[in-house]
């Protein structure tokens, strides 16, 4: 593309989410020019959606909450969940790597943390896990006005209504849900502070502003620049026309996974994915563009999978929604098409990408698929119709099937009555008894976080009869938070190339690289953590590079 216009920095990257954003940082602070792009129109990426939680392992925080870690337990937990699909150069990269990155965030730029008393990891009881919690972190409230002309070009989060509380203060948090008060909300509107994923990302927005780092917006990678086996630059899609970004020491991806694209889930995850929630400019950009410089690819199969829903735009602007904590309330289970359980209702939505992939071989059909969440008039009446506006009101809208008795709710939705009514008498019973011996929901302290957040740590927090009318069914879909397949990185975070060695000057981080955890997913917040430790990581190395060639 000769006679473009150019422009040269030592570090380019690509993407603003919490990768991007902390390989921006690190590579500034130590020492390198840097340029970040992102190719929408507002920054923070599917991190500004999120709820803001970043898993680190033997973090400086857990002390402060009574717990314990260590790098050795931290490794017996990840490696537990392999099955073999993990490399461990890399997990060792990332626990090694996390407190680090946690130290280094604090001591040079307003991304400041807390640990989250008593959020259990995800499978607390295998070997290294921890049911007290204390792996992960979160930021406090961050005044947006800080962000002075920036204060409004952090995409906001169409899944958490209210951007004014942080994690640890929904029904999800503490132990205790732990609200504002209205005047201390009011006082947070005013000055337009925001916690979850906003505190996050606009706190690391702020760490790019404080450095001169401007993010450039509406600019789109399309192509590496490669001379010479090495990558130098990058040409760029922006709003005056192509322009040829050059790069003296690397180019960094962390443009988010591929699920909005149709063409590559279907050419690369391992079953249906039909509802992704993340943002709509995950195209798959980074993947694209590594493949074409011989990038070797690396968890190609998986997704950091979560069940969904669908409403109508008026309920929320998607019309989509996360089916999490809703599932896991007393008085609710989830069925399929033969009227059936066939999960924990209340494990961590990770791991229903499983579930939803189940085969039925003799009728060539997902055995799963479609399915719904099951739940009667008491779940109304105790915590509300949470689907759609996270309210506690007991109307539930006019949209949602309904039946005063199973059988009649089973025929609006195609299901075998009978079976439901035996499925619920069946659950009834368990619940009578105390205890699933089905499915298991209750048995782990993660399903008993979860539910009923005035009953956490017991298994009513979760069980509970399904037993007056109108019982109530929402479908829900396979969905996911983003793809985790794309280049295979080494423990600097360099991508490899098929022959397993280092592309010269090209680095990934986040959703766009191979993630390091295969299938599984270690706490809440396991996404936000290696995002931002390989953005640590890859933000470092890229600045240490000495020259082109090196």
């Known amino acids: 593309m000769a006679g473009l216009p150019k422009e040269e920095y030592d570090v380019v990257v690509l ?65 537990s969940l392999s099955r073999d699909m993990l490399e461990e150069r890399l997990v060792d990269a990332y626990i090694d790597n996390g407190p680090d990155m946690v130290e280094f965030m604090e001591a040079k730029t307003p991304v400041q943390f807390y640990a989250v008393p008593e959020m259990p990891d995800y499978h607390p009881e295998f070997p ?17 006005e800080e962000l002075g002309d920036w204060e409004d070009m952090v995409t906001p989060s169409p899944y958490f209504a209210d951007p004014h509380i ?29 916690g979850c994923g906003q505190a996050l990302a606009g706190r690391l927005l702020k760490a790019c502003l404080d450095r001169g780092i401007y993010p450039r917006v509406l600019c789109a990678g399309r192509e590496l620049i490669i001379e010479n086996g090495e990558v130098v630059g990058v040409h760029m899609e922006t709003p005056k026309g192509p322009v040829e970004v050059r790069a ?19 050419a690369f995850t391992r079953g249906p994915m039909t509802h992704p929630v993340s943002i709509e400019t995950s195209t798959g950009d980074g993947l694209r563009m590594a493949m074409k410089a011989g990038a070797m690819l690396s968890n190609m199969r998986e997704a950091w999978w979560i069940p969904t829903g669908v409403v109508p735009k008026e309920a929320n602007p998607m019309g989509k929604v996360l089916v999490n904590g809703q ?37 060539f059909e997902y055995e799963n698929l479609p399915c719904w969440l099951i739940f009667d008039q008491q779940y109304v009446d105790s915590y509300g119709f949470r689907i759609s506006s996270g309210g506690h009101g007991s109307v539930v809208p006019d949209w949602v099937p309904r039946g005063d008795t199973p059988q009649e709710l089973a025929e609006k939705l195609g299901a075998d009555g009978e079976e439901l009514a035996r499925t ?29 957040p005035y009953r956490k740590g017991r298994r009513d927090a979760t069980l509970g009869k399904l037993e007056r009318g109108p019982y109530y069914a929402f479908e829900i879909k396979s969905g ?71």
Not at 424 to 430: D, E, L, S, T, V
Request: charged share 20%; net charge neutral.
């Open 15 to 79: 993407g603003t989410g919490a990768a991007g954003f902390t390989a921006a940082v690190v590579a500034h602070e130590f020492g390198a020019s840097v340029a970040i792009f992102e190719k929408a129109s507002l920054v923070g990426g599917t991190t500004a959606w999120s709820g803001g939680q970043v898993w680190i392992p033997n973090n400086p925080h857990m002390a402060e909450v009574g717990v314990n870690d260590s790098r050795d337990k931290a490794k017996t937990y990840i490696m």
């Open 248 to 266: 003296r020491k690397g180019v960094i991806l962390a443009s988010g996974g591929f699920e909005h694209d149709k063409d590559l889930v279907r």
């Open 424 to 452: 619920i008498a069946r659950w009834n019973q368990h619940v009578e008894e105390g205890h699933d011996p089905d499915f298991g929901r209750g048995d782990s302290a993660f399903d008993c976080w979860w539910g009923d």
């Open 327 to 363: 599932r896991t309330l007393p008085h609710s289970i989830m069925i399929n098409k033969r009227g059936r359980r066939f999960t924990n209702e209340a494990a961590n939505y990770n791991a229903f990408g499983a579930s939803f992939h189940v085969e039925n071989v003799s009728k």
């Open 128 to 144: 290294g896990g921890s049911p007290e919690g204390g792996r992960t972190i979160e930021c406090p409230i961050f005044p947006f």
């Open 166 to 194: 942080t994690m640890s203060e929904t029904p999800l948090g503490k132990a205790v849900p732990q609200p504002p008060s209205p005047e201390e909300h009011a006082r947070r509107k005013a000055h337009n502070e925001r």
């Open 480 to 550: 996911c938070l983003g793809t985790k397949g794309g280049p295979r990185v080494d423990p600097n975070a360099c991508v490899l190339n098929v022959d397993g060695d280092v592309i010269p000057g090209l680095y990934a981080a986040g959703n766009v690289m191979g993630s390091p955890f295969g299938m599984t997913y270690g706490g809440p917040g396991g996404t936000l953590g290696p995002a931002m430790v390989f953005g640590f990581i890859a933000g470092r190395h890229a600045a240490g590079r000495n020259t082109p060639g090196a």
